[in-house]
């Protein structure tokens, strides 16, 4: 008997392995971890709850909705660095909503000052942070009132 049947096992073995290894892998383009995911998601639905809420003045509307969005950063950043980072793109994702609001905060800084502000959407290697945002396999649409402020 040859070695034939060997080889066919271990690259069997090697392929199975293989596919096991990848289903488990950190997928960096999304946010896989099953806890990151669920604070994201849960801290999502009360940043959309309260940005629905806002009304009034429309520098104190893009504040306080400003205030929504900063409160769901701060709640999926108590998960910790290290949960954090071990879920590739949860730090960058979570920096793109930071950028979004300062760059709303200054809108609503000129607002304020009397100024006519031109409200343009943040990019972020050439791909607006809107869509930056959705990307990342999670339910958390932007919203409309955030994406823009006007």
């Not at 080889?7 to 293989?18: D, E, I, N, P, R």
């Not at 400003?66 to 879920?87: C, K, Q, S, W």
């Not at 920096?95 to 300062?102: M, S």
């Amino acid at each position: 008997m040859g070695s034939g049947p060997l080889v066919l096992g271990v690259l069997g073995a090697l392929t199975v392995f293989g596919f096991v290894s990848y289903a488990n892998h950190d997928r960096p383009e999304l946010v896989d971890n099953s806890e990151v995911a669920a604070a994201v998601e849960e801290a999502c639905a009360v940043m959309a709850r309260d940005v629905r809420a806002a009304v009034g003045d429309p520098v104190a509307v893009i504040r306080a909705r400003n205030d929504a969005v900063v409160a769901m950063v701060d709640a999926v950043r108590a998960l910790g660095p290290d949960l954090i980072a071990r879920d590739e793109p949860t730090a960058a994702w979570l920096t793109d909503w930071r950028t979004l609001v300062d760059a709303r905060a200054r809108y609503a800084d000129d607002l304020a000052a009397g100024r006519a502000p031109v409200w343009t959407p943040p990019v972020a290697d050439g791909v607006p942070i809107v869509d930056r945002l959705a990307s990342v396999g999670v339910a958390c649409a932007v919203p409309a009132e955030v994406a823009d402020p006007r």
